[in-house]
């Protein structure tokens, strides 16, 4: 079973940072594309960052020069580094990744638990 563990989210106040990681664990063989995707109530889920696995970066325009994203191939993990955070960031995130699982030796997307950033004073 392959599983996306996220961590790093919490409460920050206006103009502070965060920096969320989400590390992939099971019978991976590879890991294609990881992203991160955020979702307000009521609306649909939208990408944030994407970062190919040869550290091709793409960010949504409303975070572009505050966020940066970054992986560790050697450890499954990517991050997203916040900075400049205001009201509209608070969202819950997700991490995504396109991974292929040993077993069944195909490419799926698997998505983390979420985690809840929270911008406020």
């Known amino acids: 079973q392959v599983q996306l563990v996220e961590s790093g989210g919490g409460l920050v106040q206006p103009g502070g940072t965060l920096r969320l990681s989400c590390v992939a664990t099971?019978?991976?063989?590879?890991?294609?594309?990881m992203a991160w995707y955020r979702q307000a109530p009521g609306k649909q889920r939208e990408l944030v960052a994407g970062?190919?696995?040869?550290?091709?970066?793409n960010y949504a325009d409303s975070v572009k020069g505050r966020f940066t994203i970054s992986r560790d191939n050697a450890k499954n993990t990517v991050y997203l580094q916040m900075n400049s955070l205001n009201p509209d960031d608070a969202d819950y995130y997700y991490c995504?990744?396109?991974?292929?699982?040993?077993?069944?030796?195909?490419?799926?997307?698997?998505w983390g638990q979420g985690t809840q950033v929270t911008v406020s004073s």
């Open positions: 970062i190919t696995s040869d550290n091709t970066r």
């Open positions: 099971g019978n991976i063989i590879n890991i294609d594309i």
């Open positions: 995504n990744a396109r991974i292929l699982h040993g077993g069944s030796y195909s490419w799926d997307d698997y």
